[in-house]
């Protein structure tokens, strides 16, 4: 009886392995361990995210991530969200899906949308106004993508593809100002904005409250999605 037991724990250890690295490599969660939110546990000016699962029933399924604000979960970022939070966060690994609905222009819905696979990223924090009073920071975020499904399937020319491009940015900053508002209305700072200010600015952030001021602050997410291949699937 004990070695079944401690076999059926073993079968679900690999299991939730498995099924967070799945998520981790999709960029879906970032991956942390003790040792890497140690700091963050103990500091007020950042914070980190650990992988939200439910359970229902026999099965087990990765929803997003769990925000903390120092050491206490405060709220979770579900679905695409999290993937977005994810790569907003620096945290981009080996790919990411996203799904998105460009326009209301076509009859048939499904002709309204499009899917994405991101193939890279790059990512820069930059401050726009350093004064404590009317702190401003912008979170610029390239994606690299290539189209996984348009069911139009009318990307022949540069134009189509430019428009699309133009398009998915602006949806995906509308849906980042929607996290962005979220994550601070519960005072989790996890892109970190805190320390990388005091950091480069110490003798202004020295004295401030972070979690006082960090939910009024200004963060303004600057994405552009550039289209570099193209494999439809109809």
Do not use: C
Not at 33 to 45: D, E
Not at 120 to 144: A, C, E, G, Y
């Amino acid at each position: 009886m004990l070695k079944l037991i401690v076999r059926q724990k073993l079968i679900v250890s690999k299991y939730l392995t498995n099924l967070l690295t799945s998520a981790y490599t999709e960029s879906n969660i970032s991956m942390e361990n003790l040792q890497s939110i140690r700091s963050s546990m103990l500091t007020a000016n950042e914070d980190f995210a650990l992988p939200y699962l439910s359970i229902n029933g026999q099965t087990i399924k990765v929803e997003g991530s769990a925000l903390f604000s120092g050491q206490r979960k405060v709220t979770e970022v579900l679905g695409q969200d999290s993937t977005l939070l994810t790569l907003l966060s620096g945290q981009f690994n080996k790919s990411a899906n996203i799904n998105l609905k460009l326009w209301d222009k076509y009859k048939m819905d499904i002709e309204n949308y499009i899917s994405l696979g991101i193939t890279d990223t790059s990512r820069k924090i930059v401050f726009l106004d350093t004064d404590p009073q009317h702190l401003k920071v912008k979170i610029r975020l390239n994606l690299n993508a290539r189209v996984l499904e348009y069911p139009k399937d009318k990307l022949s020319s540069y134009t189509a593809i430019s428009q699309i491009n133009k398009q998915a940015s602006a949806n995906l900053n509308e849906q980042a100002r929607s996290v962005i508002r979220h994550i601070q209305e519960h005072n989790s700072d996890i892109f970190g904005i805190g320390r990388r200010y005091q950091t480069h600015y110490y003798e202004r952030g020295k004295h401030l409250n972070w979690r006082e001021i960090y939910p009024s602050i200004e963060i303004v997410p600057d994405i552009k999605v550039n289209i570099s291949q193209i494999g439809i699937v109809n």
